[in-house]
């Protein structure tokens, strides 16, 4: 943002002495309410200059003896304004000053090695030297970016301080110090200049997160990893990675290679693709999901099939009463617990085509008796597909991850009951025997929003999904709004963990990659703006577009 400065009058030289009381005064005033004054003669970088020893000895009278010189023209700078960002910061207090931006000789200093990565990354992106770790007492210059650890809360927040021609970002976790940096290079790129003051924020929600689907449509690695350029420059934490499907098993694999598609990621362009989501603090989250849209791996798989009373397979299902199929899916999740080390794993679980029927005892007679044998003389197909999810659970859990399933995963009237540390992630009612999120959440469920109302982006519209705008969710969604347009009560908030835009590529060929890219841009940045803030927006979706176009 460029500051506005006055043309100093000529009546300035008659009022020196006022001048120079003011700004000793406005260098002992609390940030906030000083007054900056910037002399003509140090020039267009924005930063004070002051004068030499022998300047001032000469400019003295009772040490030259000599009339008082011809005053310095001096500018002074209104209140500054918060940093325009999306999202938006949570709250800016003003100040007098000329604010920061990069200039030649600038650098990044850390307090802690733990922040080299951030201020490597952020030293590249804003054209300064990084000067590593120094201490609060070391050479700290006019011009410098600072980054600290320290303090208590939410390890995603982080103070930014705008002052005396310098910026210091701190924050009780290395999360937040870099989403400072996210915010000073939003305001670098689309103004030139970070406002005087200080910035204080943090995000409303933990879970900030976009889902691809590059199973049914292969993405390039270095697509995705332009996304998680995007994500993490917008504060997004969470790459949903979703691989397994009916149309394709898109990731290398040593344990089971004959399910892999041709098209397909290897494990070193997914490590690749893990190192760039890690470096700008996003967890990517993998999803094998089953025991539905398992396609691809029962091509290579066909004894696994699950086939109904008739002997007519069922497409995408494995057959749940065989332990070949555990133990297959089993192998996979074990499989990739290392290739994906982060705290989150999406089990699925949805759109099981044996609950779909009428009658699901009648129509699958072997997971009827499966069911029986298993949990008892009274026990459903429905149960049989709880234990399913549950032990698939207890095989991530042995990996020490937090596991979420699709809210159509789990069932009403079951005797057996998904595992309690299971988190929903909320898409749909449009299901056979849907549920309200409200029953979700008196259980005590936790949740994530991926509301198909307005977050979905499914490829060629199929069925009645159309393509979400940013406007309408901008205008319209909360994170409490979980299935269609109503939100439930306010006294659930808490357990609802944030949310996630996903992309599904139904069919595939509707879009190139750089269409998804394009068309998902503007959402994207509207997803995240309420997300981040609870409150509600106070630009215009005119003036929130705009600004979108002139941050890039």
Not at 264 to 281: F, N
Not at 412 to 441: H, M
Request: net charge positive.
């Amino acid at each position: 943002m460029s500051q506005h400065r006055r043309r100093p009058s000529a009546r300035q030289g008659a009022r020196r002495r006022a001048v120079i009381v003011a700004a000793a005064f406005a260098g002992t005033v609390a940030l906030g309410t000083g007054i900056g004054v910037w002399a003509t003669s140090g020039g267009g970088d924005g930063a004070a200059r002051q004068p030499s020893a022998s300047a001032r000895a000469a400019s003295s009278p009772a040490r030259s003896g000599a009339a008082t010189p011809a005053p310095t023209p001096t500018r002074s700078y209104p209140l500054s304004q918060a940093p325009r960002t999306i999202p938006a910061v949570r709250s800016h207090t003003a100040a007098r000053g000329p604010g920061w931006r990069p200039r030649p000789g600038g650098r990044v200093v850390v307090s802690n090695a733990a922040l080299a990565d951030e201020g490597r990354l952020t030293a590249s992106e804003l054209g300064l030297s990084y000067a590593g770790q120094k201490g609060a007492a070391d050479d700290v210059r006019p011009g410098d970016l600072r980054l600290d650890l320290g303090g208590s809360g939410d390890p995603e927040s982080y103070t930014m301080t705008v002052r005396g021609g310098s910026v210091r970002i701190s924050g009780p976790g290395d999360a937040g110090v870099f989403y400072g940096t996210r915010t000073l290079k939003q305001e670098v790129h689309g103004g030139g200049t970070a406002p005087e003051g200080v910035v204080r924020d943090q995000p409303a929600k933990p879970q900030r997160g976009f889902m691809l689907d590059i199973a049914r449509k292969p993405f390039t690695a270095g697509w995705i990893e332009s996304r998680i350029r995007e994500l993490g420059d917008l504060k997004f934490n969470q790459l949903g990675l979703h691989f397994s499907d009916d149309q394709g098993f898109r990731i290398e694999s040593d344990t089971h290679p004959e399910i892999v598609s041709r098209d397909h990621l290897t494990k070193a362009q997914v490590k690749e693709i893990v190192a760039v989501a890690a470096a700008r603090h996003i967890q990517v989250v993998p999803e094998i999901d089953s025991p539905g849209h398992l396609g691809a791996v029962l091509a290579a798989h066909p004894e696994l099939q699950l086939r109904n009373a008739q002997g007519v397979a069922t497409r995408g299902a494995i057959d749940i009463s065989k332990d070949a199929s555990a133990k297959l899916v089993d192998d996979l999740l074990d499989e990739y617990a290392d290739l994906f080390p982060g705290s989150y794993w999406n089990l699925g679980g949805d759109e099981y085509q044996a609950l779909t029927v009428a009658n699901p005892q009648a129509s699958y007679p072997q997971l009827a008796a499966a069911a029986r044998r298993e949990y008892g003389s009274g026990a459903t197909v429905a149960d049989l597909a709880t234990g399913w999810l549950n032990a698939r659970a207890d095989t991530v859990r042995a990996h020490e991850r937090t596991m979420r399933a699709w809210n159509d995963g789990f069932f009403r009237g079951t005797s057996v009951q998904p595992a309690e540390d299971l988190q929903a992630g909320y898409w749909t009612g449009k299901e056979y025997g849907a549920r309200q999120p409200v029953e979700y959440l008196r259980a005590g469920r936790k949740v994530l929003n991926y509301n198909d109302e307005y977050l979905y982006y499914v490829l060629g519209e199929p069925n009645t999904f159309v393509y979400p705008t940013g406007q309408r969710i901008y205008e319209q969604w909360i994170p409490r709004m979980l299935r269609g347009t109503s939100a439930v009560a306010a006294r659930y908030e808490p357990q609802i963990l944030g949310g996630s835009f996903a992309v599904w590529c139904d069919l595939a060929g509707s879009q190139t990659q750089d269409q998804v890219a394009a068309g998902i841009r503007m959402p994207l940045r509207a997803t995240i703006q309420k997300l981040w803030d609870p409150n509600p927006p106070t630009m215009s979706w005119t003036d929130f577009k705009a600004l979108a176009n002139r941050l890039g």
